[in-house]
């Protein structure tokens, strides 16, 4: 006969019901800037490929969308700091060890290369002759390179942000995050692409939102199986929903993109379904670490985890 336990298992409650951590003070814009800065790092290497694989209005739109993105992406980190010179104050100190000053460095040798290719892109055609004309296109191939080069860094570094917090949604997928991060960023780009770009350009487009839909959607299954309890955050409530409706967007989008082949209005739909399913990805992800801090078991059961495996060493 199997023996009952004398008491009860234990119930986590925090004292006079407050939460163990304090819920993250970030509003709407810190996951729309995880958006924007995605669509820019996937944009610029678009761009980059479109360049160098001779696709004009490809390289053009994707070039100004690094461009536009990694502006909306910078307005909405400086709107939610507040004030102006608190960026400018990071750029005073230079500490590897600081996920936040590397991240602020990626975007000061990022931008520059993404700027440069788009101001090209919008040159006049009567300036095209001048001095600073023929100066910007000879640029442009560098500087966009530049930008590809880097884009991986910006696509990822907020992941690592995220993942160095004490929240523990967003601290035990620090193996998943960056991947989910980089393919939401290829797949917007590669959303981007299919909206703006003709049908007999879009092929890199295409092929880039197949990759990187295919790692934003298995690196979000992994960590909806693999981080234990702290799975629920993610496979429960508002962060949950988010995440499905994600994944509904981002895989139709990619099997749109390659059924658009010959088909404008498909690739269309496509591109938007990607965008769509990478900013709702952002927008669950932050959820969930939000979630994640407002109950006391997800801080809790985590801890003593890691000591029972750690005594039995």
Do not use: N
């Amino acid at each position: 006969m199997k023996e009952q336990v004398a008491v009860p298992r234990a119930e986590f409650r925090s004292y006079y019901g407050r939460p163990v951590l304090k819920p993250p003070v970030w509003e709407w814009k810190i996951p729309a800037y995880l958006f924007t800065g995605g669509l820019s790092a996937g944009s610029a290497m678009l761009g980059a490929g479109a360049d160098l694989t001779g696709r004009p209005v490809l390289r053009r739109a994707s070039r100004l969308g690094a461009l536009g993105a990694l502006a909306a992406s910078l307005y909405l980190l400086v709107a939610d700091l507040g004030r102006p010179e608190r960026f400018l104050h990071m750029l005073r100190v230079a500490k590897p060890s600081s996920p936040m000053s590397v991240g602020t460095w990626i975007l000061v040798a990022y931008g520059p290369g993404a700027g440069v290719a788009a101001v090209a892109e919008l040159v006049p055609a009567r300036w095209r002759g001048t001095m600073p004309g023929r100066l910007l296109r000879w640029l442009a191939r560098p500087a966009g390179l530049s930008a590809a080069a880097i884009a991986p860094g910006v696509a990822s570094y907020t992941s690592v942000l995220l993942s160095q917090t004490a929240v523990p949604g967003w601290h035990e997928a620090y193996r998943q995050l960056p991947f989910v991060f980089t393919g939401s960023a290829a797949a917007s780009g590669a959303g981007w692409g299919l909206v703006f770009a003709p049908v007999g350009e879009a092929g890199p487009a295409r092929r880039l939102a197949v990759v990187g839909a295919a790692a934003e959607v298995v690196a979000s299954k992994v960590i909806d199986q693999r981080l234990g309890l702290t799975s629920q955050a993610y496979t429960t409530g508002k962060a949950h929903r988010l995440r499905k409706w994600s994944e509904y967007l981002t895989l139709g989008g990619a099997v749109g993109a390659l059924a658009g082949r010959r088909s404008r209005a498909v690739s269309v739909a496509s591109g938007l379904a990607l965008l769509a399913g990478s900013a709702l990805q952002r927008f669950g992800v932050f959820e969930a670490g939000v979630e994640s801090t407002r109950d006391p078991k997800y801080v809790v059961v985590p801890q003593r985890d890691r000591v029972s495996r750690g005594s039995e060493r």
